[in-house]
């Protein structure tokens, strides 16, 4: 009992505004957990949309609840400033929460890895989050048979990276739980399961991490159009393996300046026979002010340019 007492306080030394435990979360029926906090009382919204077919119910963590069904939005505006513990249940093909970066704003943290909740499309899920700082290494682990779209999933999420303070935590329906250690808290959640996912284009633009997910196992991928676009801290360039399925990479690393590793050889086709090295519109700009890169001078100039 002491120990846990101790693991909420050390995550709660970050609470800028009403202690979360306030309003606790119920664990009967699991959810996707995420923290909402609201600075002050005027009128501050959070948003939750959903893409057909969905079922889906928003509990806002402050006694409210809504039900959304197939492609809907539903705005909710907390009535103090507070900490909000959010759970998301059902189903969607969709979820994302909005466009307007003052609302994604105010989501800081995932408290759980997605349970409770099916999807089969992440595209913009986290977009426009820039202070979302921590995602649990194992979000996506329930997701694996059902994911096939990343499009755009992290793009501007710039708080994300490095590890919070306290990375062996995260909150499964309503308990925290420790990971195996304290290294399974990444910048950004594993992807390896998610075989099934053809889409990668901008899944990472313009974030800030150093490293990024390993993508070797995701061999039925077709584009990395801008997936690491402006992602000017990134050092290395995380696996890649031959495929027959990529076709687009255009813009893959523009901008990545800080790339100082070897390239990946797309215009090899015994490793990616079906990227077409005449079909500009899909290959030109990939690494775009790369120059960085160990081999920059042999990369050919359609992808250099």
Not at 132 to 145: A, E, F, K
Not at 171 to 177: H, K, P, T
Not at 258 to 267: D, E, G, P, Q
Request: hydrophobic fraction near 40%.
């Amino acid at each position: 009992m002491l120990a846990r007492l101790a693991i909420l306080l050390l995550t709660c030394l970050s609470c800028q505004a009403q202690p979360w435990w306030v309003r606790p979360v119920s664990s009967a029926v699991p959810g996707w957990i995420v923290e909402v906090v609201v600075t002050n009382a005027t009128a501050q919204t959070f948003e939750a949309n959903t893409f057909t077919p969905a079922s889906v119910t928003v509990e806002w963590g402050d006694g409210s609840t809504s039900n959304l069904t197939g492609t809907a939005t539903a705005i909710h505006t907390y009535a103090a400033a507070s900490t909000n513990l959010m759970v998301v249940r059902g189903s969607a093909r969709r979820l994302t929460f909005g466009s307007i970066a003052t609302r994604l704003w105010r989501l800081k943290r995932s408290m759980s890895i997605i349970e409770g909740l099916t999807l089969s499309d992440m595209q913009n899920t986290f977009q426009g989050c820039d202070a979302l700082s921590y995602i649990p290494v194992g979000l996506l682990v329930n997701q694996s048979s059902t994911i096939t779209n990343l499009q755009a999933t992290w793009r501007l999420c710039r708080s994300l990276t490095n590890p919070p303070a306290v990375s062996n935590l995260t909150l499964v329906s309503g308990l925290f739980q420790t990971w195996a250690s304290v290294d399974q808290c990444k910048n950004f959640p594993d992807v390896s399961a998610l075989t099934n996912v053809t889409t990668l284009g901008q899944t990472w633009a313009e974030t800030t991490a150093t490293n990024y997910p390993d993508i070797s196992a995701l061999t039925n991928v077709t584009t990395l159009a801008n997936a690491w676009e402006r992602c000017f801290r990134m050092t290395n360039i995380p696996p890649i393996s031959p495929s027959t399925n990529l076709v687009n990479v255009s813009a893959a690393f523009l901008g990545s300046w800080r790339l100082n590793c070897a390239s990946v050889k797309f215009w090899d086709t015994n490793l990616f026979p079906n990227i077409d090295t005449s079909n500009i519109p899909t290959i030109d700009h990939c690494y775009l002010n790369c120059s960085n890169l160990s081999d920059w001078t042999a990369i050919p100039d359609i992808f250099r340019f």
